[in-house]
């Protein structure tokens, strides 16, 4: 059974950090793509970053593009989104999936509970 879980997010200012963090299980992690999505209240769910199997290629959403860094730990089924610089527009909860590819839809229909990050002073 694949579970993804989500965890890192908190409330933050503008300009500030965080790091989250989405350990997966229940399939072969090491040999897919892991993308980083994210939705807004009223807002549809929308793919922000997304890391190759190996970690070698990343992509990013042009609106988050220089601020956010998506990484990988094969060892530790582990897939990681470092936000800097983060603006109220950020906020949403974010989840985590696999993907193909860019413009792909996801993996897998059960996604996790998601991280809700908050941006506000």
């Known amino acids: 059974q694949v579970q993804l879980v989500e965890s890192g997010g908190g409330l933050v200012q503008p300009g500030g950090s965080l790091t989250l963090s989405c350990a997966a299980s229940?399939?072969?992690?090491?040999?897919?793509?892991m993308g980083w999505y994210r939705q807004a209240p009223g807002k549809e769910r929308e793919l922000v970053a997304r890391?190759?199997?190996?970690?070698?290629?990343?992509n990013y959403a042009d609106s988050v593009r220089g601020r956010f860094t998506i990484s990988r730990d094969n060892a530790k089924n582990t897939v990681y989104l470092q936000m800097n610089s983060l603006k109220p527009e950020d906020t949403a909860v974010y989840y985590c999936?696999?993907?193909?590819?860019?413009?792909?839809?996801?993996?897998?229909?059960?996604w996790g509970q998601g991280t809700q990050v908050t941006v506000s002073s």
């Open positions: 999936n696999a993907v193909a590819g860019w413009g792909q839809p996801p993996r897998y229909d059960d």
């Open positions: 229940g399939f072969s992690f090491w040999s897919y793509g």
């Open positions: 890391i190759s199997s190996a970690g070698s290629i990343t």
